[in-house]
């Protein structure tokens, strides 16, 4: 189903994922959301940022590990953990927030 | 947790045999693969104008080869063995989740088509044609089915509904009807070398990673080496052992091991993944195609053995099937298995007392142990019967105090399935997936309640990911599933190991 996002019209594929990640722009993770009534903080985009430039070095969504090791060390080690995550996206740090980052969702046995 | 638009099932104290409620998962079906999906398997994008004759045919082509299919088609005697013993059915009470029932979507046309009494008589011997809406009933309900085997344990036939549910997933494959989770995932493995879409940059990022933590942990170099010519061993381990937890905490047990063992072991980027999802959509070229990376793999690092990680089906697929998919491995060392498992080279270095084990270190778990379906029931370890049941529970009752297991019917070769296998651990399927759990979290709730566990142990990438889903629906916590090797990774004291533990132990000792 297609979103609207800032008057333009973005293809996403079955599971809301975006199918162009070139189109994404902040509005995209602003409009998911407000579709899954969340409402996004300067944490949520903390993470979103970290996962878009993970993306863009390696090509892929970081690990669980990396991701929070990463935000232990910004945010401090009481946040550092897949805990804090689900609690800011409740569907899953690896799912949810790729999503609103524009990345591919991770397949496999994750 | 997400919110749930679906009834999760109350756990009841004792499995109890639900009444048959006819069509409650008839909505239940997987998203389809697109044209780009299917293409690398080399299976057609789009239904074709004749596709009834093409199921047909090639419903006729997996007869001549699998013998064995003709024999469960023919055999089934509806005795009614099996119709309790699957946990779609236990979970969701649709009686085309009874194995027998789902075995007669397909069994009906192929008595239409290939035997004489369905050919002219169709009506007396229950033989239906190939209409549309029964290809709809084969895409739901075969995506329904985890082919865990459980049922074939039961069947006085010994009919193996999953090697039905992979032929009926082959024929739709076939006419262009493919599950988009498994099939986008075959054409990673092919483009990239791994189910995740890993890419060899970020894989090294990773395991440098993990190296890192390792020594700022414990203050040893515990190496993780990819690529590495002329190790003795390739270790091959499912891809989410790279990405997810508690999955992650298992691969950095493999590594304390070879470590304190002194073996030479890398990992490869080109089979950085176990599994093959081939097995899961009953296709035996693409099953093949993914398993000859390995040979490659370990022809090109010129090592001398392989080892498994904790992958179920993979391990389903190397221990039975490798040899004459891959093989012969004859340039391997003969003095070891081929391939060999994990846990069979853990128990072998725990019997061989290389390990230094402290056991309290798990000392605030009580733990159980699933046994995952393809491992019970498809395979073995050691060279003991039901050794894939023992070497498991040794290496964790030589690194846990505190062990107990889950009820007899719900273990061994009748282990529950975790819900999720067989190329069904996909979000679109999430309420079978939550259903479908229920009798392994009946029992797990039991010795919760019984005996206090805490955690249960798993040695499949699918079961752990599964686990950490559905727990959260039934009120427990996700993290309650662990690795095997990670309790084997919290136990060992590697040499020259300094921990945060040793000093407040030698500040104790002090006092």
């Given at each position: 189903?297609?979103?609207?996002v ?6 996403t ?6 199918a162009n990640i070139n189109?994404?722009e902040p ?5 998911m959301a ?5 409402d996004?903080t300067?944490?949520h985009?903390?993470?979103?940022n ?11 969504a970081?690990?669980?590990?990396v ?5 232990g060390?910004?945010?401090?080690k009481d946040?550092?953990n ?5 609690g800011?996206?409740?569907?899953g ?7 609103y980052?524009?990345?591919p969702k ?5 | 947790m997400?919110?749930?638009s679906?009834?999760i ?12 409620v006819p069509?409650?998962?008839a909505?239940s ?7 780009d999906?299917?293409?690398?398997l ?6 074709p104008?004749?596709w009834?004759?093409k199921?047909i045919d090639?419903?006729?082509?997996l ?5 064995s299919?003709?024999?469960?088609l023919?055999s089934c ?5 099996c119709?309790?013993?699957?946990h ?6 649709d ?5 027998v029932g ?9 008595r239409r ?16 044609d190939?209409?549309k809406e029964v290809?709809d ?7 329904q ?8 344990v039961f069947?006085?036939?010994g ?14 494959d076939r ?14 493995v092919y ?5 995740l879409g890993?890419p ?7 395991l440098?990673?993990?190296?890192e933590d390792?020594?700022e942990?414990t203050?040893v170099?515990?190496?993780f ?6 190790a003795?061993?390739?270790v091959?381990t499912?891809?989410a052992?790279?990405f997810?937890?508690?999955?992650v905490d298992g691969l950095?047990?493999?590594g304390?091991?070879f470590h ?10 080109k089979a ?5 999802f081939g097995?899961?959509?009953g ?11 390995i040979r ?5 690092l010129?090592v001398?053995r392989?080892?498994f ?10 221990y039975?099937?490798l040899n004459?998919?891959?093989g012969p491995?004859d340039?391997?060392?003969?003095k070891?298995?081929v391939p060999q ?7 072998g ?7 230094n084990?402290?056991k309290?270190?798990n ?7 699933h046994?995952s379906?393809?491992?019970a029931r498809a ?6 019967p ?6 498991p529970r ?7 105090n505190?062990?107990?297991d889950?009820?007899?019917e719900?273990i ?13 651990l996909?979000d679109d ?9 229920k009798?392994?979290?009946e029992?797990?709730k039991n ?6 566990v ?15 889903k ?9 993290d309650?599933i662990?690795?095997v090797h ?12 300094t921990s945060e533990d040793?000093e407040?132990?030698?500040t104790?000792?002090?006092?």
């Open positions: 189903m297609p979103i609207e800032n008057g333009k019209t973005l293809e594929d079955e599971e809301g994922y975006l189109e994404w509005g995209v993770a602003d409009v407000k579709e899954d009534e969340l996004l300067d944490e985009w903390d993470i979103i970290f996962l878009r430039e993970y993306y863009e070095e390696y090509q892929i970081p690990a669980v590990r991701l929070t090791k990463a935000v060390k910004k945010l401090g946040k550092g897949s805990k804090y995550l689900y800011l996206f409740p569907y740090p690896g799912k949810q927030a790729c999503r980052a524009g990345l991770p397949t496999g046995c994750v | 997400a919110k749930a679906f009834e099932p109350k756990l009841d104290e004792y499995p109890e045999v639900p009444p048959v069509g409650t998962m909505h079906k997987p998203y389809v693969a697109k044209p999906f299917q293409a690398p080399e299976f057609p994008g789009e239904l104008d004749d009834h004759d199921a090639a419903m006729g082509d007869l001549g080869k699998y013998r299919l003709r024999v469960y023919d005697v509806k005795c009614g063995a119709t309790d013993k699957c779609y059915y236990l979970g969701t009470q009686p085309k989740n009874m194995p789902r075995q007669d979507l397909l069994r009906k046309v192929y088509h290939f035997t004489f009494a369905g050919k002219y008589f169709p009506k007396l011997v229950g033989a239906e190939l209409t290809l009933d084969w895409y739901s309900y075969f995506h089915c985890s082919q865990c085997r459980r049922c074939s069947c006085p036939y009919i193996d509904t999953a090697e039905i549910s992979m032929a009926a997933r082959e024929i739709m006419i262009g009807v493919g599950q988009k989770y498994c099939n986008e995932i075959i054409g990673k483009k990239i070398g791994n189910n890993l060899e940059k970020a894989l090294a990022d990773t440098e990673g993990l190296e390792v020594e942990d203050g170099a515990v190496k080496p990819l690529d590495v010519k002329g003795d061993i390739l091959v499912p891809s052992d790279f997810a937890e508690p999955h950095i047990g493999y304390k091991v304190e063992a002194g073996v030479s072991w890398t990992l490869s980027s950085s993944e176990a599994a093959n097995m899961f959509i296709s035996y070229e693409n099953m093949r195609r993914v398993s000859l990376r490659e793999a370990a022809l090109e010129g001398k392989i080892i990680g904790e992958c179920g089906h993979a391990w389903r697929v190397a039975s099937f004459t998919l891959a491995f340039f391997l060392d003969p070891y298995p498992h994990i846990l069979e080279f853990t128990w270095e725990i019997q061989k007392g290389t390990l084990i402290d309290s270190a000392d605030d778990m009580v733990v159980t142990f046994d379906c393809n491992v395979s073995r370890m050691g060279s003991e039901g050794g894939q049941f023992k070497i040794n290496v964790i009752k030589a690194v846990c505190h062990f107990v889950m009820a007899p719900t061994h070769e009748k282990t529950f399935c975790c819900g999720g296998g067989g190329g069904l996909t399927l999430m309420e079978l997936r939550v259903k479908g759990a009798p392994r979290m029992a797990l010795v919760i309640e019984d005996y206090g805490t955690n249960m142990a798993a040695i499949c990438a699918i079961c752990k990911s599964q686990f950490t559905v727990l959260p629906y039934y009120g427990m916590d996700m309650m662990v690795s990670q309790l084997v990774s919290n136990a060992i004291v590697l040499t020259g190991q040793d407040e132990e030698s104790e000792d002090a006092a």
